[in-house]
């Protein structure tokens, strides 16, 4: 932070306050609550919580979105896939495994596996394809190891709030 409470880019406005936080915190809850309700809620006006959503948005602090579960639309098989690849592609391969559809989730990490990728496939048999013809496909991926999801235990959307 710069001086004066305004941030790198030296514009006030690139702050998280707060009050963005805890507008954050309720549509975290539920997503579809409407802005009068959460102005009401935190003691200021709908313009300004329409406002403060919107500069959030517009700087991808906040995305709204449908979260759904896999498991009731079909989708019977969650896996991780770490990769290990070859290192002056890493960020190439990276990109192009996140384009695939089953791809859900992808860092690049630190440590034994240079990837961590989230698929959510329809059954064991879309799962064998993903690895064997999309991701083991990719030149420059040395080797993975899979690891299915058993039992979804937690899976959290609600940080950075407090």
Known sequence: MARNGESRSGR????????DKRII???QKD????YTSIASDLGISEAAVRARVGRLTRKGVLQIVGVTDPLKLGFREMAMVAVRCDGERLVEIADEI???PETSYLVITAGTYDLLVETV???N?????????????????????TFVYLRMVKQAFQ???R
């Open 98 to 100: 996140a384009a695939f």
């Open 121 to 123: 496939c329809e059954d």
């Open 159 to 161: 940080w950075g709030t």
């Open 12 to 19: 006030a406005s690139d702050e998280v306050t707060a009050v």
């Open 25 to 27: 915190e309720q549509l």
């Open 31 to 34: 997503g579809r609550r409407s």
């Open 125 to 145: 048999e879309a799962l064998l394809r993903f690895l064997t013809e999309r991701i083991r496909r990719v030149p420059g991926v040395r080797d993975t190891e």
